[in-house]
């Protein structure tokens, strides 16, 4: 084979909601065409609103798309679209080859930081002592203080939440990784320690597509952006 | 991934029922009481699939439906019509085509049922290690060492102090009630659990200990589960996919995270934005 290997090739991707109660639907994307590569950071652009995080939810399929095509070559070689395959095929690819980091960390209140991250581990194969291996490698990478590993995330500072949330995501090793806003709750140490793991992650072959607040940080790890324009309601 | 449970068009109506029943019935019509003949539709045209390892969440208010879904399930209330295919390794098992003792033993042996009411899911008084070894006699597994030796390493595995394993249940929180019947219906170690609202009713940080039990039991033993409730928060933390219903109907089906962050039926969006 030659040429770019897309791992991600997103074509007239629509959607918008409909809010029964208000009687109302509001446009969210409107025939938005991008694709990411493997090995490539892709940022996407826009004013807030514009729908960079749907554009994101869709991909991760929290969002149904109206219409449009996500084409993802899986790690077989196989070409899924996701946003017509069903709902277990989404699942089997969450848990083993896309990962998604939003700026929130959800997680069981009473579990600790380093089963948070080694329990998607398991599930995506590995065993139990590889598992609490790696995640205590992730998070050490994000710069985690090992005497918070055996506590719950739900006691600490955002920042340190969003770290946890980082080293989940990452320690799985994702084909796919969508971003949105990883570092915004972060020191600037801090960002630079997620910088260097979206590097390490672009060199094994991850393809990323993400949104970031500051400017920085997009000329800092991107290496193509995507503009989303903000659309208008519709009655 | 293979399916493990397969539930077509399955109905259960209270009353006589008349020919009427499922046109003015229903989410569309705001009621599950049929106006011609008084016939109550408490389940209606539910079809679904239940992957082996997978968390099944459904959700719906009271009356919708979901608890009479377990019933069926279960046997302990007759369906009106549909089916539920049972996948096992060599052959598929048709469940309302069994007869009694046939249903017993699947029951006994394939099925573990955990009650929001301990009541239902437990013999109160007498012992804690008593109520497993009853569910392994069913089973015909029966040597006394076996029994006890397997009581206690269940109640270890769920949090169940093993000294208190000779007390009765009726002494016990009802945290640790729900502990107790999680383990019971975990002794013949089923391949499916259908848990019917098992946190209702428990302070919150007894709820989250028994969620996380849930989630570990599954991550150890891929049980595939069926998890009905009426908390938004028990299928966010437990369910890959979720089943939402109303007057007895399925009105949506998706990811969990999809049905909480994109709802499309109306229901669903009101039942998301008045949780949030």
Redesign the interface.
């Known amino acids: 084979m030659s040429g770019p290997r897309h791992v991600l090739e997103v074509e007239g991707l629509s959607k918008s ?5 208000r009687g109302r639907r509001v446009l969210a994307l409107e025939g938005l065409s991008f694709t990411v590569q493997a090995g490539e950071l892709v940022a996407l652009l826009g004013p807030s609103g514009a729908g960079k995080s749907s554009v994101l ?1 869709c991909i ?5 798309p109206d219409a449009g095509t996500i084409r993802y070559q899986t790690a077989e070689g196989s070409v899924v679209d996701l946003a017509r395959a069903n ?2 095929d ?3 690819l969450r848990t083993r080859e896309l990962g998604f980091v939003t700026q929130f960390l ?1 997680a ?4 600790s930081a380093l089963e948070v991250v080694a ?1 998607p581990l ?2 995506a194969g590995w065993a139990p002592e590889e598992a609490r291996d790696r995640a205590a490698l992730a998070l050490a990478a994000v710069g985690l203080p090992s005497r918070l590993f055996d506590l719950p995330p739900s006691t600490f500072s955002g920042g340190e939440r969003q770290r946890v949330n980082l080293a989940r995501a990452f320690a799985v090793e994702p084909r796919l990784l969508l971003l949105d806003e990883p570092t915004a709750s972060l020191d600037p140490a801090s960002r630079d320690r997620v910088f260097g793991m979206i590097d390490d992650a672009r060199r094994r072959g991850a393809a990323i597509l993400a949104v970031f607040h500051d400017a920085e940080a997009i000329r800092r790890v991107a290496d193509r952006t995507v503009t989303v324009h903000a659309l208008v309601e519709v009655a | 991934m293979s399916v493990l449970l397969e539930v077509e068009d399955l109905a259960r109506i209270h009353g006589r029922g008349c020919d009427r029943c499922l046109e003015v019935t229903g989410p569309e019509h705001g009621t599950n009481r049929c106006r011609f003949c008084g016939s109550v539709v408490a389940l209606r045209g539910a079809s679904f699939a239940l992957e082996r390892g997978e968390v099944l969440g459904v959700i719906g208010e009271s009356g919708s439906g979901k608890s009479t879904l377990v019933r069926l399930l279960c046997f302990d209330e007759p369906a009106s019509s549909g089916r539920a295919l049972f996948h096992e390794a060599d052959r598929v098992v048709d469940l309302f085509a069994l007869d009694a003792a046939r249903r017993r033993a699947f029951r006994d042996t394939r099925l573990g049922v955990v009650y929001q009411n301990p009541m239902l899911g437990l013999a109160l008084s007498i012992s804690a290690g008593g109520n497993i070894a009853e569910r392994l006699i069913a089973a015909e597994r029966v040597r006394y060492a076996f029994l006890r030796e397997r009581a206690r390493a269940l109640l270890e595995r769920t949090g169940v102090p093993v000294a208190r394993m000779d007390e009765p249940p009726a002494r016990f929180s009802g945290g640790m009630q729900q502990r107790v019947q999680i383990a019971k219906a975990l002794a013949t170690e089923p391949p499916l659990l259908l848990l019917d609202e098992i946190t209702t009713g428990l302070d919150l940080s007894v709820q989250a200990r028994i969620l996380d039990l849930v989630l570990e039991l599954q991550e150890q033993l891929a049980v595939s589960m069926l998890v009905v409730t009426h908390d938004l928060g028990v299928v966010r933390h437990l369910a890959s996919r979720t089943l939402v219903m109303r007057h007895g109907a399925i009105v949506e089906a998706g990811l969990t995270d999809q049905i909480l962050e994109d709802p499309s039926h109306p229901y669903t969006q009101e039942l998301v934005s008045a949780a949030l």
């Open positions: 909601f409909t809010i029964h109660a939810k991760w399929r929290a969002y149904r709902d277990s989404i699942v089997h959800h069981l209140p009473r579990l329990r398991r599930r």
